[in-house]
């Protein structure tokens, strides 16, 4: 299983939203990290054939995926960021239309939806109408709906978006439980959501692939450039309008800055370990400060 995308450039009125994407993917868990607007949805509708970039190439096991379609989108599972669902249907019946439009038989899709209702932790939710779900139920709906084919490749746009942070840690442990040999690609702006689960983080910037690796990986290559400082009260504002700022607490003492810089910021700052979030704001600082 090797999913490769080549020099993937995309323009919408000629505005380039990806610029010469490249990167080879085998079976694992992917967080792809950008912050709104990176390209994250183009880049994944694309490769759900749903958009046709404008250069470039994806291959799926070394043949181009638009060669055969039909093919690839057979072992394919997309949940899109705007799943829509049929509020009144129950969770049951939805599972055997999405079945019935993947051309699945009759008798098999009974018993892989409810397989599926099951894997998700919606057993007891199948006969109830989906307006009844709460948001992390239609969310687990959505990925089961995308496990239906049980594809070697999965694609989670956004998928935690609107879930509690019950429902992240029950998300996370969903995914965990079937990425064995499944390429799944999953794509957030929330950091925390990528730390645990991905073998793997690529980071999107602005429609380009700007980094990739594990994420103590991503974080080593900040190290230096985190700190923190304690700011009097008449510097702060002098600070926060030169400094990407990671943190600000406040103590008795003045208030306490995480300072993302490459030069020492402040003559008493120290270096401290860099995490996650501190690279993200080190690649989306603009977006950060907006
Ligand atoms: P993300 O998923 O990371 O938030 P998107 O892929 O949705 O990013 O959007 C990337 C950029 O492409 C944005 O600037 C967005 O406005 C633009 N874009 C997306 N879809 C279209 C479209 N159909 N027509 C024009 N511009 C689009």
């Keep these: ?40 949805t183009t880049l994944f509708r694309i490769i759900c054939g749903v ?7 994806i291959t799926y096991n070394q043949r181009d995926i638009h060669s055969n379609p039909d093919a ?23 599972m055997l239309y999405i079945a019935a439009l993947k051309g699945i038989n009759k008798k098999i899709a009974k018993k892989r939806c409810l397989e599926l209702l099951e894997l998700v932790g919606l057993e007891d939710m199948k006969n109830k109408k989906i307006r009844k779900y709460s948001g992390g139920m ?22 935690t978006v609107g879930l509690d942070p019950k ?9 965990s439980s079937f990425s064995e040999n499944k390429i799944i690609i999953l794509s957030t702006h929330i950091v925390s959501d990528v730390e645990y689960i991905a073998d793997e983080i690529l980071v999107l910037n602005q429609g380009r692939l700007e ?12 190290s230096g450039d985190v700190w923190e400082s304690v700011v009097e009260a008449s510097k702060l504002d002098e600070i926060l309008a030169d400094y990407v700022i ?4 406040h103590t008795a003492n003045g208030t306490v800055l995480r300072i993302i810089s490459k030069e020492k910021p402040t003559p008493n700052a120290q270096q401290v370990q860099p995490t996650l979030e501190d690279l993200y704001l080190y690649y989306f600082r603009e977006d950060a400060n907006k």
């Design 1 to 40: 299983m090797l999913l490769e995308l080549h020099n993937i450039t995309k323009k919408y009125d000629n505005a380039a939203v990806l610029h010469d994407v490249s990167f080879t993917l085998k079976p694992g868990v992917y967080g792809l990290l950008g912050s709104n607007g990176s390209g994250k």
């Design 51 to 57: 958009t046709k970039q404008n250069t470039g190439t």
């Design 72 to 94: 690839f989108r057979s072992i394919l599972g997309f949940l899109p960021q705007d799943f829509s669902y049929y509020p009144d249907f129950t969770g049951m019946k939805f």
């Design 138 to 159: 239609k969310q687990r709906l959505g990925i089961a709906q995308a496990m239906i084919n049980d594809p070697e490749v999965l694609i989670l746009d956004e998928p």
């Design 167 to 175: 429902e992240r840690v029950r998300f996370r442990n969903l995914i």
């Design 211 to 222: 980094n990739r690796g594990a994420s103590a990986e991503l974080v080593n290559t900040i």
């Design 246 to 249: 990671s943190n600000q607490k």
